[in-house]
């Protein structure tokens, strides 16, 4: 796995390889690449490359988390906004996952979020 600052691993995100940053760093995992701060219980960015698509951590937590986020951003991609469950939800089995619960259990995407970052 690839050691970067933090300021060096947004081309790292973008292109959907493994690092290492400071409390920050991005793994492969369920067949989805995501982007991690501080621990598991905060998913910054999740690829789903079923359908080829970027989702984004829209809570705010603190402000080295917000300036991680801003470091890390994949550019040139849309990104769906979800809040924090949302995005733990999405690294358990991705988009499938969550359109598949809502449909066979009832569960809302309620954490569905407009967001300008």
Same mark, same amino acid.
């Given at each position: 796995?690839?050691?970067? #600052?933090?300021? +060096?691993? %947004?081309?790292?995100?973008?292109?959907?390889?493994?690092?290492?940053?400071?409390?920050?760093? $991005?793994?492969? /995992?369920?067949?989805?690449?995501?982007?991690?701060? &501080?621990?598991?219980?905060?998913?910054?960015?999740? &690829?789903?490359?079923?359908?080829?698509?970027?989702? $984004?951590? #829209?809570? +705010? &937590?603190?402000? =080295?988390?917000? /300036?991680? %986020?801003?470091?890390?951003?994949?550019?040139?991609?849309?990104? /769906?906004?979800?809040?924090?469950? =949302?995005?733990?939800?999405?690294?358990?089995? $991705? &988009?499938?996952?969550? #359109?598949?619960? %809502?449909?066979?259990? $009832? /569960?809302?995407?309620?954490?569905? %979020?407009?967001? =300008?970052?």
């Amino acid at each position: 796995m690839l050691e970067v #600052a933090n300021s +060096k691993c %947004r081309d790292l995100v973008s292109r959907r390889l493994p690092f290492m940053g400071s409390n920050l760093w $991005g793994v492969w /995992k369920n067949d989805l690449y995501i982007v991690y701060s &501080y621990g598991t219980h905060f998913p910054l960015w999740v &690829y789903d490359p079923l359908i080829d698509q970027w989702f $984004g951590n #829209a809570d +705010k &937590y603190s402000v =080295t988390t917000s /300036k991680q %986020r801003s470091q890390s951003q994949p550019l040139d991609v849309t990104v /769906k906004w979800f809040d924090t469950e =949302t995005m733990k939800r999405l690294t358990h089995g $991705g &988009y499938k996952q969550l #359109a598949s619960d %809502r449909v066979l259990f $009832g /569960k809302p995407l309620d954490g569905w %979020r407009r967001v =300008t970052v």
